[in-house]
Every structure is written in C-alpha cells, then in structure tokens.
C-alpha cells in the first residue's frame, strides 16, 4: 500500500532562506509523486509532478524536487524563499496498481519571516 | 489540463440536514475522486466516483451517509447527508486526466 511522510508539520524560514520540505514515500511499485499547495481558504494548486522521466523536477513558482529511488524521497525545495510562498503543502503519491487514487501526506506550513 | 467548477463554495446548514455539492469538469475525465479535509488536517479520500456505475468507498465512509452520482464523464456530485457539527469540514473533489491530477476549489461546510 502506498503512503507518505512529510516530516515537519511546522516549517519557519526567512525571507530569502532556503525552503526545505521533506517527503518520504512507500510505494510497491514506481510511483507518481506531486506537490501541492494550499493557500488560505483556497484549493490545491499543483507545484510540480514526477511521472517516471526527469528524476529532478522543476515546477511553478520557482520550486523543484529531487526524485531519490535509493531514499525513497521526493523533498521539495526553492534557493529563495518569499513572503508569499506561506502556505501548506502537501507531497502526495499514486500508484496504478491502487486506482488511480492520491494519498496525501499531513502536510507542512510554511511560515517566511521577514 | 482540465478545470473544475465546484459549487457552492460554502455553507452553513442545519444539523439533521443534507447538502449536494456539484463538480462539473470541462472535459471528459476516466477517474473523479471526492475527498474530505478536517480543520487543519490532510486530504482523506471518501470514494471514487465511477461513471455508470456505484462508487466505491474508503474503509470508514458509506453510501447512506455519502451518496455520490456520477452520471457521466465530465460532472458528479456528493451529498453530505444528515448532517452533524462532525461533518464540517472542506469538500474537494478531483479529476485525473493522464497522469495529472486536479481539484475543485472546495467547498467549505459548517454545521450548526
């Protein structure tokens, strides 16, 4: 069965830090793996996805993640952080052989501070 | 990728009550999803809503309190049926086209 851990439900940078999520997945077999952010009050907008090509991904907003088989990790990380990158994000994974559905990790707020 | 209408956006309903919500999808989709977000917590899925047919639920969700149709590929809707104040929380459903997934914009439920 497929899961995920994202590790730090609180995570507090400064602007212009480093942003670094953490995301560790179990998956039988190659998974898809996406992170996703969640505004105030607002749905889920996709960052960026790993589909079995490019093991490292680059998505929106200036954000990518490294796909490591040999972790089983996905970490999702940005060079510079922005006051307007506080938010929740949620590192999810699917599998074929599960329906097709997500299962989402706990997610992770991000505070920036200035 | 596809975009989805969710509606309402919210609502403040009376406990003992039912409350549909729609998706409409802009295109066909194979696969919608309907998943529920406590307070401050993460997406749990409720079901997959097959198109023709019944969905099907995750252990601790049912039919008789979740009803959903699927009447074909671009719309499906969830109701949430007598309600309680245990039941407020954001309603999201979702399409997968490809390998993508997206999401309606939710739809935030308080019960009174």
């Known amino acids: 069965a497929q899961s995920v851990t994202q590790l730090g439900s609180h995570v507090s940078v400064s602007e212009g830090a480093l942003v670094l999520l953490r995301c560790n997945y179990s998956s039988s077999v190659p998974p898809y793996l996406f992170w996703y952010v969640q505004y105030p009050n607002q749905g889920l907008q996709l960052l960026l996805k790993y589909t079995s090509a490019a093991t490292l991904v680059k998505g929106i907003n200036g954000f990518e993640a490294e796909f490591k088989k040999s972790e089983t990790s996905f970490h999702l990380t940005k060079p510079s952080a922005h006051m307007s990158d506080a938010a929740e994000y949620f590192c999810a994974v699917s599998e074929e052989t599960s329906g097709s559905r997500l299962t989402f990790g706990e997610g992770t707020q991000l505070t920036v501070n200035p | 990728s596809a975009v989805i209408s969710q509606k309402p956006s919210r609502d403040i309903c009376q406990r003992g009550t039912s409350l549909t919500i729609q998706c409409q999808v802009d295109?066909?989709?194979?696969?919608m999803f309907w998943y529920r977000q406590q307070p401050g917590q993460s997406l749990t899925l409720i079901a997959t809503a097959n198109q023709g047919s019944e969905a099907t639920y995750e252990s601790g969700f049912v039919i008789d309190k979740f009803p959903i149709s699927r009447p074909n590929l671009t719309f499906s809707t969830l109701t949430v049926s007598n309600m309680s104040p245990e039941d407020s929380s954001i309603y999201l459903c979702s399409a997968r086209q490809g390998n993508g997934y997206t999401f309606g914009s939710g739809t935030r439920l308080t019960v009174v």
């Open positions: 295109s066909q989709v194979t696969m």
